[in-house]
Nanobody
């Protein structure tokens, strides 16, 4: 079983950038589709981005398209989320998730492996 650890969260002003990382241990990520979700207080977990393990197909949530970029490095067993042009509404706890031998999904219930989350706060 793979374990995930997120890092890179913090406080940033609106318009700024942050880069979140997701480090995996236990197994190689090459057979896992990866995703990022976020959850703000009092709200449901929201899909941010996902990349499929087999063809690298990447999908983004509508609210982050054109601003966020999801990348993965199977050799280093890491994934990253580059977040640009941040807005106060991007503030949330960001979670990395993985599922094996299945394409990327925007539904959080399709993922069994989760990191502990990293807080992102964007000030106006």
């Amino acid at each position: 079983q793979v374990q995930l650890v997120e890092s890179g969260g913090g406080l940033v002003q609106a318009g700024g950038s942050l880069r979140l990382s997701c480090a995996a241990s236990g197994r190689t990520l090459s057979t896992y589709s990866m995703a990022w979700f976020r959850q703000a207080p009092g709200k449901e977990r929201e899909f941010v981005a996902a990349v499929s393990w087999n063809d690298g197909n990447t999908n983004y949530g509508d609210s982050v398209k054109g601003r966020f970029t999801f990348s993965r490095d199977n050799a280093k067993n890491t994934a990253a989320l580059q977040m640009n042009s941040l807005r106060p509404e991007d503030s949330a706890v960001y979670y990395c998730a993985a599922r094996q031998y299945a394409t990327g999904s925007a539904r959080p219930e399709n993922y069994r492996i989760w990191g502990q989350g990293t807080q992102v706060t964007v000030s106006s």
